[in-house]
């Protein structure tokens, strides 16, 4: 059974850096059918896929357009997790965020338990 | 980016209706649509890919049907376990994006 645990800090100040880390067990990061996926969801913005890392014989990322210039997701293969990284946050980053595996079809079947991220001073 | 949009917002019904719930995609995306529940305080939850294959160890109730931009979420006889709220996804093109939400409340 897969289970994916987010970790990371429920408040980060404006311009600082949000990081949020999703250990996997039940799974590998480094599995060549999944891909490996970060979503946050506030009211106002809904249900926002922010990108993807996933392994096919070297490690590829793809990230929306909307925070390309801010974000970066690693795999940890030692430590079997992945990580989000977002720069210069603003309040518009506060949401939920959600790591989640994606199988064929881009179908989330797995979710973390989900991190309040609050940004503010 | 292609635009997801679900009506109705949100809808009461009575345990034991049959509700349906669609999702319209702004452009084709063949069977490229899954379908979430959500309950407050908890992620959403894969009841539907491929418009029509319904995820394991989800109730028979549960079904959906679509192609191209048009789809649609059935519960038949709904139970008072799925009063939440439904999201479509597309997963034709990055990035993937979800529709708005459909509410089903307790009439």
């Known amino acids: 059974q897969v289970q994916l645990q987010q970790s990371g800090p429920g408040l980060v100040k404006p311009s600082q850096t949000l990081s949020l880390t999703c250990a996997i067990s039940g799974d590998s990061v480094s599995s060549n059918s999944v891909t490996w996926n970060w979503i946050r969801q506030s009211p106002s913005r809904g249900l926002e896929w922010l990108g993807r890392t996933y392994y096919r014989s070297k490690w590829y990322n793809e990230y929306a357009v909307s925070v390309k210039s801010r974000i970066t997701i690693n795999a940890d293969t030692s430590k079997n997790q992945f990580s989000l990284q977002l720069d210069s946050v603003t309040p518009e980053d506060t949401a939920v965020y959600y790591c989640?595996?994606?199988?064929?079809?881009?179908?989330?079947?797995?979710w973390g338990q989900g991190t309040l991220v609050t940004v503010s001073s | 980016d292609i635009q997801m949009t679900q009506s109705p917002s949100s809808l009461s019904a009575s345990v034991g209706d049959r509700v349906t719930i669609t999702c319209r995609a702004s452009?084709?995306?063949?069977?490229?649509l899954n379908w979430y529940q959500q309950k407050p305080g908890r992620a959403p939850n894969l009841l539907i890919y491929a418009a029509s294959s319904l995820q394991s160890g989800v109730p028979s109730r549960f079904s959906g049907s679509g192609s191209g931009i048009d789809f649609t979420l059935t519960i038949n006889s709904l139970q008072p376990e799925d009063f939440a709220t439904y999201y479509c996804?597309?997963?034709?093109?990055?990035?993937?994006?979800f529709g708005q939400g459909t509410k089903v409340e307790i009439k």
């Open positions: 996804q597309q997963s034709h093109t990055t990035p993937w994006t």
């Open positions: 452009q084709s995306i063949a069977n490229y």
């Open positions: 989640a595996r994606a199988l064929s079809y881009a179908r989330f079947d797995n």
